[in-house]
């Protein structure tokens, strides 16, 4: 009998101990997931980004010169960050056609500093990198663009032509030292 009894007590403790114990963790549990649910006016935002290159018009019309060796074409156009910060962006040439895209020789400019300079066929995305200046949320920069036929090209280009679409590409400078354009 008193083996008996010993053993109702231990079970009896064990018991009372796991009770305890499952207690506990319901009280554990019910504070981690109120902490977890109860965190407040917490929100998030993305940025955009969106430029606006010379409203969507060609620096150049089709058609508006007939280059000869020697000639200088200046056209003025113009970017504007119209995303929620800062950007680094880069100019560059898409869907570039025709025989004179080895031969005129192309320089942008914004103001004094050079932004690129070499052949419509070199200025492809791959190739164009990030101007070393930022474009600052709602800024406006006016850029000039040179089209320059060499004299040496000579006889041997006539009636050959130039065909690209002029594109930018811009990411937010916030977090992105490296300057890099996915």
């Not at 010169?65 to 056209?75: D, H, I, L, R, W």
């Amino acid at each position: 009998m008193v083996s008996d009894n010993k053993t109702a007590k231990k079970l009896t403790g064990y018991i009372i101990t796991v009770i305890i114990l499952a207690v506990c963790l319901c009280i554990t549990t019910g504070a981690l997931i109120g902490a977890i649910v109860s965190v407040e006016n917490n929100s998030f935002q993305t940025g955009s980004i969106k430029i606006n290159l010379n409203n969507g018009k060609p620096v150049i019309e089709e058609r508006e010169f007939v280059f000869e060796p020697g000639m200088t074409v200046q056209k003025d156009f113009f970017i504007k960050n119209e995303s929620t910060w800062d950007v680094y962006y880069k100019l560059y040439f898409d869907n570039v056609t025709g025989g004179l895209a080895d031969v005129l020789q192309i320089t942008i400019k914004s103001g004094d500093t050079t932004l690129y300079h070499g052949t419509s066929a070199e200025l492809s995305r791959a190739n164009a990198g990030a101007a070393d200046d930022i474009l600052r949320k709602n800024e406006r920069r006016e850029l000039t663009i040179y089209f320059y036929f060499p004299t040496e090209a000579g006889n041997s280009t006539q009636n050959l032509t130039l065909t690209f679409d002029m594109c930018a590409d811009a990411v937010q400078t916030k977090n992105n030292p490296n300057k890099l354009f996915d």
